[in-house]
């Protein structure tokens, strides 16, 4: 336990410290909304496609592994469809409760991997990332629309498409299927651009914190937060058992289910007209709580 406490408080000490940064006077808001943008649609995706491009797609285990993210995703979602059929939720507060409940922060998640699975942990946690990103803003899409008849496929596309994550696994898979990899220095060029991805993001992640929005529908908010940090890994370390996936593969699909949910939800959210103000108290509230729950659950990692 104090060897994981010593790997995370780093990362938490960065996503406190864009907290403090964010509410002190020494940058502008328009700085925030410039290095986040540079973050998400520049560092990161550059981060996905120098793994994925090198990755191993023609592990056996694959298939296993995109079926355990089916049926986990699956799992969630039943549970909140009867919820939602049970308290009438509208697809305003319905979009909310499943991006807290199945959306992952990606920053974190990576950061975590690096330090305690290193660079064979990276690779597995790309492949899983390619698939978790896709299927979480498709299925965060659905659960926001009122009315999914409404919903044209085109518009659908568009709004999917947009996403810079899904278009950088897209890159990475296709540079990766064809062969073509990262030649004449464009890995290298990557890797320098990725480096300065993680902790900006962490850092990013501190700044979208908003505390005041804690007052509103507290009990929902912590259920909906517990059962991200605490049911989901559960229920991922009982799938990958069951499918019999090798032990680094559940363990990294235990981490990316035990991570809070993406700050980038709140963006999505807005988007598409949810309700934003508990989208936003959700993320503030999960990081919050990861920090206790993170270290008993990476803690009992398998061996």
């Not at 328009?30 to 981060?47: D, H, I, R, S, V």
């Not at 978790?132 to 409404?150: E, G, H, Q, Y």
């Not at 963006?267 to 108290?281: F, H, K, P, V, W």
Request: hydrophobic share 55%; glycine share 6%; aromatic share 10%.
């Amino acid at each position: 336990m104090n060897q994981i406490i010593t790997i995370l408080w780093p990362l938490f000490a960065l996503i406190l410290l864009g907290f403090m940064l964010k509410r002190s006077a020494s940058f502008s808001p328009f700085f925030w909304q410039g290095t986040e943008k540079l973050n998400y649609f520049l560092l990161f995706p550059a981060l996905l496609i120098n793994s994925l491009a090198t990755a191993s797609l023609d592990n056996p285990q694959l298939p296993r592994l995109f079926w355990a993210i089916l049926a986990i995703l699956g799992t969630g979602l039943f549970i909140l469809i009867i919820i939602k059929w049970l308290l009438k939720w509208p697809a305003q507060r319905f979009g909310v409760y499943v991006q807290g409940l199945l959306r992952f922060n990606t920053y974190l998640g990576l950061a975590i991997t690096v330090d305690i699975f290193g660079s064979h942990g990276i690779a597995v946690a790309s492949l899983i990332i390619a698939i978790l990103v896709p299927l979480c803003n498709a299925i965060s899409v659905f659960a926001l629309t009122p009315d999914i008849k409404t919903l044209s496929i085109k518009q659908f596309v568009v709004i999917i498409t947009k996403n810079p994550l899904i278009l950088a696994c897209f890159i990475g898979i296709g540079l990766n299927l064809t062969n073509l990899g990262l030649p004449y220095g464009s890995g290298q060029f990557l890797k320098i651009l990725a480096g300065a991805s993680l902790p900006l993001g962490l850092i990013c992640i501190g700044a979208s914190l908003q505390p005041a929005m804690l007052r509103t529908e507290k009990k929902p908010i912590i259920i909906n937060s517990l059962s991200r940090l605490l049911f989901m890994p559960l229920v991922a370390g009982v799938v990958g058992y069951l499918l019999e996936l090798d032990v680094l593969e559940i363990n990294l699909l235990i981490l990316f289910f035990a991570i809070p949910t993406a700050p980038t939800a709140y963006i999505l959210t807005r988007q598409l007209n949810g309700d934003s103000q508990l989208m936003s108290a959700i993320i503030t509230l999960q990081t919050m709580f990861a920090v206790i729950t993170l270290p008993i659950i990476l803690g009992l990692r398998l061996d």
